[in-house]
């Protein structure tokens, strides 16, 4: 089948500790995004990714990081310098972001909470 | 990207038609207007999409105004599992900007 997984469903993360969120996507697109939903709101865009080796800061991208290195692959590192990381975190592929008309697929969503 | 604004919540009685509307008196010439749909705790569903031509598809129908400043996506006969928050959301290309949708209940 083919789709977005991400992984895990839930996490939960330390105060200071560094986590990782995965997302895999097998629909051969070249544009990846990682967006944050806070309770009752929209999603808000961290990161995305054009392209392999290539990623640009979305509104919200402080405290976070991420690598491309596989078309497949977009992991997301919450880091310890991001200090309200509780959050409803949603993975999404598109073919190009470029293009004009440009639908977005999303995964089902990682729940982080911290401890 | 174009500001949206939409109902914070709607009822819908199930088998109905549910009509969502949506304002973007803002919008550029180029900006289509997109529909997703988000289940409690599930990521977004994509609906549909159009620029001026009313879109019709097997989950809706998408009907833009003449200027373009609004639109309402309908859902033909609603469905107790068509509850979800719906956002309408006008962009070019690039970044989706997401608000806070419309809270969409079916009732039996």
């Known amino acids: 089948d083919g789709g977005i997984t991400q992984s895990p469903k839930y996490l939960f993360r330390k105060e200071g500790q560094n986590v990782t969120l995965s997302c895999e996507q097998n629909?051969?697109?070249?544009?990846m995004y990682w967006y944050r939903q806070d309770p009752g709101q929209g999603l808000r865009l961290i990161y995305y990714?054009?392209?392999?080796?290539?990623?640009q800061k979305g509104d919200i991208a402080e405290g976070y990081s991420v690598s491309r290195e596989k078309k497949e692959s977009f992991p997301l590192t919450v880091t310890s310098a991001q200090k309200n990381p509780t959050a409803f975190y949603l993975c999404?592929?598109?073919?190009?972001?470029?293009?004009?008309?440009?639908?977005?697929?999303f995964g089902p969503g990682t729940r982080l909470l911290v401890l | 990207d174009a500001k949206t604004t939409q109902p914070t919540s709607m009822d819908c009685a199930e088998g109905r038609a549910a009509n969502l509307p949506c304002n973007h008196s803002?919008?550029?010439?180029?900006?289509?207007v997109y529909w997703y749909r988000q289940i409690h705790s599930q990521g977004p569903q994509y609906i549909i999409h159009?620029?001026?031509n009313n879109e019709t598809n097997e989950m809706a129908s998408l009907i833009i105004t003449e200027d373009r400043k609004s639109s309402t996506l309908i859902l033909p006969h609603a469905t107790l599992r068509d509850t979800a928050v719906y956002y309408c959301?006008?962009?070019?290309?690039?970044?989706?900007?997401f608000g806070q949708g419309t809270e969409l209940s079916v009732k039996p």
């Open positions: 959301i006008a962009r070019t290309g690039g970044k989706l900007i």
């Open positions: 803002t919008i550029s010439g180029n900006e289509y």
């Open positions: 629909l051969n697109h070249d544009a």
């Open positions: 999404a592929s598109s073919i190009d972001v470029r293009r004009t008309q440009e639908t977005q697929y």
């Open positions: 159009g620029l001026k």
């Open positions: 990714s054009q392209i392999v080796n290539d990623f």
